[in-house]
């Protein structure tokens, strides 16, 4: 049986996150991360 990681796919987001300033990526990370709260919110019972 194969399983397709979600945390190992590609982020079309942070595509050529290098090439960002220290702003651009952290503002990508922290929008990014406030989805976090949502989907597990949405996955409780």
């Known amino acids: 049986m ?4 979600i945390t190992e796919k590609q982020n079309p987001v942070s595509e050529r996150i290098d090439q960002k300033s220290t702003r651009e990526i952290l503002e990508i990370i922290n ?15």
Do not use: F, H, M
């Open 31 to 45: 929008k990014d991360d406030a989805g976090v709260s949502d989907a597990v919110a949405e996955a409780l019972p």
């Open 2 to 5: 194969r399983w397709d990681k």
